[in-house]
């Protein structure tokens, strides 16, 4: 069938067959066509691009797979439905526009940007200028990302991107203020290869919590593209490396080349829960900061539970504040029994003003514990957890959720590719959440690899303290522990996080200093 419809549009527009042509040797219609000419039906996911209604629509597909034609023909049909339009296409540089969007969009009408006015669709063509109308008098427009300035009188009815992985979110936003024309729908097209997870991805992906709600991704793998030799597809699964053939054949976003946590997945790690019902009372609680004034503080609330899991239950993290503005938020997670703080060991000695951060922190009865800040040691054992899905994370914990899905590892220069290892290092960028985390799992691993061992002065006054308990009927509770439980703890050598617990949590009551422990 397919090849039939091929065969009566060749018979119809080929110009060959000197049929279905302008007396200017134009074609009358405008279709997509291969590279001799050719009319050729649209694909499916080229159709579900024209189709869609979204603000903002992504075609995101592999080498071959159409993304300059369908770009082209639906700016053309935005122009052509709408009489006097403003339809804008955008490429990184002039020469692209030249040898591919240019030529794409004029090959739909069977002309080329030297005999454009031939088409009997095409009214004007200025070709230094790269702009042009329709015959209903739609402007068409092709300009460079250097050109923004170029655009600050139009107004954009439609705006086309070409090859969006080659634009920044800055200028992706820039573009977006244009595109405010009275006439037609006012939409954002992109086309592109996938380029890992960038600010396509993070904009336009379903599992970036960033994503435009407004907005359709497209994922269109080459192997789709019917028109394509078979062979052709043959030779790229044979001699491409895999990441790379995920990327430009598959348009896979998921590359994972260079991925710290590649594991770590929303479906699996991010799940909602009610902090009052799932985090129990004998669960070990304690949060995490690491400081920051011009670059954000990070904090989160932990919960280990008694499978070794670590729950992240709520997140704070801001930029600009002062020592005391981030004490008055963590003093209430204090008063939820999230009242152990560990921090990067070099807080203590960070100053604000004429004062460390900890000591105006001690002010607020925030005691910090300076991590452990063994880089990879917190890596691998954090990786560990992400593999067993034993890290889970809150919705709300957003920044958290971004830093885990973007954090990296640095990449050689080109220039040192074949003359170097790779950096075994992450990206110090956009890591502070990350390096708050891995302060906790490090100080859970801490306790996890020594035997629980209470100092003498620690065993004498528990003793005590649960000897006036039982002369004087008291019940003794060590934040929810009933004396049964604190007894077992102490005589149980099985898993480490009771082990921590009942370290953490007795060092913790017995230096505390309240009335109770101040009778003996």
Not at 274 to 285: A, F, G, L, M
């Amino acid at each position: 069938l397919l090849w039939r419809r091929q065969r009566k549009a060749r018979n119809k527009d080929y110009p060959q067959q000197g049929r279905g042509m302008t007396q200017a040797g134009a074609y009358r219609r405008i279709v997509y066509r291969d590279s001799n000419g050719n009319p050729t039906a649209p694909l499916p996911k080229q159709n579900e691009f024209h189709k869609s209604k979204s603000k903002f629509v992504v075609y995101i597909g592999g080498v071959g797979s159409g993304k300059t034609s369908c770009l082209t023909m639906d700016g053309i049909n935005q122009g052509l439905k709408y009489a006097g339009a403003s339809v804008i296409f955008f490429r990184r540089s002039y020469r692209k526009i030249d040898t591919t969007t240019r030529l794409e969009f004029f090959k739909h009408f069977g002309v080329t940007a030297e005999n454009a006015t031939k088409s009997p669709f095409i009214k004007y063509w200025n070709k230094n200028e790269n702009y042009g109308y329709f015959q209903n008098d739609s402007l068409f427009r092709f300009l460079a990302l250097d050109s923004l300035d170029d655009i600050t009188s139009i107004n954009a009815s439609w705006l086309g991107i070409d090859e969006g992985s080659e634009f920044t979110k800055a200028a992706f936003q820039q573009l977006q203020q244009r595109v405010r024309g009275e006439i037609g729908t006012r939409q954002t097209k992109i086309v592109s290869n996938a380029a890992g997870r960038n600010w396509m991805w993070q904009l336009f992906h379903p599992e970036s919590l960033d994503c435009l709600e407004d907005s359709t991704l497209i994922i269109a793998p080459s192997t789709e593209n019917i028109y394509l030799p078979q062979d052709y597809l043959d030779t790229l699964k044979k001699t491409l490396p895999e990441a790379y053939y995920r990327r430009q054949v598959d348009g896979s976003f998921d590359d994972f080349v260079g991925l710290i946590y590649p594991e770590f997945s929303v479906k699996r790690h991010v799940k909602e829960f009610d902090e009052n019902e799932t985090i129990k009372p004998h669960w070990n609680k304690l949060c995490g900061i690491d400081w920051g004034y011009v670059n954000p503080l990070s904090a989160h609330k932990y919960a280990v539970d008694e499978h070794g899991t670590l729950w992240v239950v709520d997140e704070h993290y801001k930029s600009g504040w002062t020592p005391g503005e981030h004490a008055e938020v963590l003093s209430r997670w204090q008063s939820d029994g999230y009242d152990y703080f560990v921090c990067d060991p070099s807080l203590q000695k960070t100053r604000y003003g004429n004062r460390t951060v900890s000591d105006i922190f001690a002010d607020y009865s925030l005691f910090m514990v300076g991590g452990n800040n063994d880089v990879h040691g917190g890596i691998m054992h954090t990786s560990g957890l992400i593999k067993q899905n034993k890290l889970i994370v809150h919705p709300r914990c957003t920044q958290l959720i971004r830093e885990l899905q973007n954090y990296r590892w640095q990449e050689l220069r080109d220039i040192d590719v074949d003359r170097k290892n790779s950096p075994e290092e992450p990206v110090k960028k956009d890591d502070h959440a990350c390096d708050e985390l891995r302060y906790i799992v490090n100080h859970i691993m801490l306790f996890a690899q020594k035997p629980f061992e209470m100092t003498a002065w620690e065993k004498e006054r528990l003793e005590n303290y649960l000897k006036h308990c039982r002369a004087t009927g008291q019940q003794p509770m060590f934040d929810g522990l009933s004396e049964h439980e604190i007894e077992q703890q102490l005589t149980s050598v099985a898993e480490f996080i009771d082990e921590r617990e009942q370290k953490e949590e007795l060092r913790r009551v017995l230096s505390r200093g309240n009335n109770t422990l101040n009778i003996y």
